[in-house]
């Protein structure tokens, strides 16, 4: 599933094409993905000015200004194979490559085929949301008011609420391994299972070890541990372990230098270290951790 360096990938790659658009044309090919399209979704996004493009936790967040009435929130969840597609309107077509013009064709058929929301911008961009498994979903509220998805959410993760002193708070008392509390989107949001892993390789930290016991000084190594694995994660374009693409077509490489996460038994890349990493199950999710680096 998508975590916060893939959504905010899309985000990024969203936001130069669509905000200060208006929403020409909007289509449907069916009346759900995880639940039901909002009431009326078709008829609330056409005509509407898109003002921003942003992110919270895992969700995207477009501002919309409809033709009448107060301002919305559309909100996307990608779900496990969500991918926005952008088809600008003045994208080069692909070269005199016989090979490259088909890899450019096939990579077009795969993305339409479970196409199921397509937009049309008023400057002839095209914009396709696919889903294959349809695990994704999205909702419309009002800009001024609450939403059932973000309400209880934690702070982000790269913000200045989210600190030492926040966090020593948050672990108090509190007897979950410390893996669960990273992963509890009212405690921090946006964090998800592979980055988990990885901070707490570069913290020293074990992920079995309980919130309460993690003292001050682990806690001070954690949190630049979290902001630098998603920094570098945002900047290599996140992870593309099966599905995730951002809104280009482009993969993520940030795989490719993994430090533990889906590297069992392979030794630990830590200086003089003769361990080799493992795996365990916590709450239903493979954790993978350096058993002698990380305590």
Known sequence: MPELPEVETVCRGLAPHMEGRIIREVKLARADLRFPF??????RLTGARIERVT??????LAEIRPRE?????WLSHLGMTGRFQVYPANAPAPGPDPLATYKHALADAVAQKHVHLTLDLDDATHITYADPRRFGFMDLTPASGASRFLDDLGPEPLGNAFNADYFFAACAGRQSPIKAVLLDQKTVAGLGNIYVCEAL???????????????????ERLIPAICSVLGEAIDAGGSSLRDF????????YFQHGFAVYDRAGAPCTTSGCNANVSRIVQSGRSSFFCPACQR
């Open 38 to 43: 909002p009431a009326d979704f078709v008829a």
């Open 69 to 73: 009435g107060p301002a919305q929130i």
């Open 245 to 252: 693409a951002a809104s280009d077509g482009q993969l993520g």
């Open 55 to 60: 992110r919270r936790a895992k969700y995207l």
């Open 201 to 219: 390789f570069r913290a020293g930290i074990s992920p079995r070890r309980k919130a309460a016991n993690l003292g001050r000084a682990r806690i």
